[in-house]
C-alpha cells in the first residue's frame, strides 16, 4: 500500500479503532477517514451507502461494534444481536458495492464453542453450541465472519477476519456496568486502594483462564493484514498464553498497589471455563504479539490514571 491509501476506520474513536489510527500514523499513512457516530450512524444502511459513494475509500477496517462484558450481554441481548448484525452487515455490503481494495473484519474470540478443545483453532468455527452469556454478540460476529467469506469465496476480493482474543488497553471502557474483566478489576482495585484499601469483590471463583492482548498490538496485526497478502478468509489474534482469572487479578492488584483483600462470590457466572487462541496460523504468516501482560497492564493503568475524570463516566 502507498502511504495516501485511503483508508476508512470504523469505530475510529473506541479502543481498537484509535489503536489502528494510531498505529497506521505512526507507519506513515497519511489518508485516514473517520466518522464519530453522530456523524455518520453505521445502523442506517442508506447514509453508509451515501458515505461509501462520497468518500470511496480503498480499504475499510472494520473495528466498530457495540460490545461489553457479561452483565451487558446478559441485559442486553436484542441490542448486542441486532445493533451488531445492522453495523456489520452495512459496512460490508456498501464496502463490496463500492469496490473497496481491501476489508477487514474485527471479531472476537467468543465466536467458537464454549467447550471446544483448547487451544482454539479457526476450524472450530460452527462445531458445538456457544457461551449462552454472550451468544448475541458471538452470533453477530459469526454472520460477519460467514459474510467476508462469501465475498471473497464468490467474488475473489480480500476481505477477511480477524478475531483477537480479551483486549485491553488504552482508551478501554471502565464502567462497571458494561466494562469487560481486565479494566473492570483496574478500576475495581484503584478505587478499593484509594478507600483505605477496601476489599475487592469479584465474580466467579477465580478459577477460569483467559487469554489477554493489548491493543496495540492488534493494531499492527491489522497493520500486518493489510500490508501483507493472506491466504485464508480468518486468523485468531493472540498471544497464545492465558493465564487464571485470579492470578490476574493478582498482577493488577500488585500494580495498583492495593493491600486490602480479594472476596470471590462464586455464586456469580464464571463464564467460559477456558478460552485460548491458537495463534499459529498468524505466527506462520508472519506475526507475533509482543507486549507482555504484566507491561501492557502497566501502560493502561497509567492511562487509566491520566484519564481518570473522563473514564469514570463511560457508558455503553
Request: aromatic share 10%; glycine share 6%; with cysteine.
Amino acid at each position: 500500500m502507498k502511504p495516501s491509501t485511503k483508508i476508512y476506520i470504523a469505530g475510529h474513536k473506541g479502543m481498537v479503532g484509535a489503536a489502528v489510527w494510531r498505529t497506521l500514523e505512526a507507519k506513515g499513512y497519511t489518508h485516514l477517514i473517520g466518522k464519530k457516530s453522530h456523524e455518520l450512524d453505521l445502523t442506517n444502511q442508506n447514509l453508509v451507502n451515501r458515505f461509501f459513494e462520497e468518500e470511496a475509500p480503498e480499504i475499510v477496517i472494520d473495528a466498530a461494534a457495540r460490545v461489553g462484558g457479561i452483565l451487558a450481554n446478559q441485559n442486553y441481548p436484542y441490542q448486542f444481536l441486532m445493533q451488531n448484525l445492522q453495523i456489520q452487515n452495512n459496512l460490508i455490503d456498501a464496502a463490496h458495492q463500492n469496490n473497496v481494495r481491501k476489508f477487514i473484519f474485527l471479531g472476537s474470540s467468543c465466536i467458537y464453542p464454549k467447550f471446544a478443545k483448547q487451544p482454539l483453532k479457526e476450524s472450530y468455527l460452527l462445531t458445538d453450541t456457544l457461551e449462552p452469556t454472550n451468544e448475541w454478540y458471538a452470533i453477530a460476529k459469526i454472520a460477519g465472519v460467514k459474510a467476508c467469506e462469501a465475498i471473497r469465496k464468490e467474488y475473489q476480493k480480500d476481505f477477511l477476519s480477524l478475531m483477537p482474543t480479551n483486549l485491553y488497553g488504552y482508551h478501554d471502557n471502565f464502567d462497571m456496568e458494561t466494562s469487560h474483566v481486565l479494566p473492570a478489576m483496574l478500576r475495581k482495585f484503584h478505587e478499593a486502594k484509594i478507600n483505605n484499601n477496601a476489599p475487592v469483590e469479584l465474580w466467579g471463583n477465580g478459577e477460569p483462564m483467559r487469554e489477554f492482548l493489548f491493543v496495540d498490538d492488534l493494531a499492527e496485526a491489522v497493520v500486518f493484514a493489510l500490508e501483507n497478502k493472506l491466504s485464508s478468509h480468518l486468523y485468531n489474534v493472540g498471544t497464545g498464553k492465558d493465564v487464571t482469572i485470579k492470578a490476574l487479578a493478582e498482577t493488577i492488584q500488585k500494580i495498583v498497589g492495593h493491600t486490602g483483600s480479594i472476596i470471590w462470590d462464586a455464586s456469580k457466572p464464571n463464564g467460559t471455563p477456558r478460552k485460548l487462541m491458537d495463534v499459529s496460523k498468524l505466527k506462520a504468516a508472519g506475526w507475533t504479539y509482543t507486549t507482555a501482560l504484566e507491561a501492557g497492564i502497566q501502560k493502561t493503568y497509567q492511562w487509566f490514571l491520566e484519564h481518570i475524570d473522563s473514564v469514570k463516566e463511560v457508558k455503553l
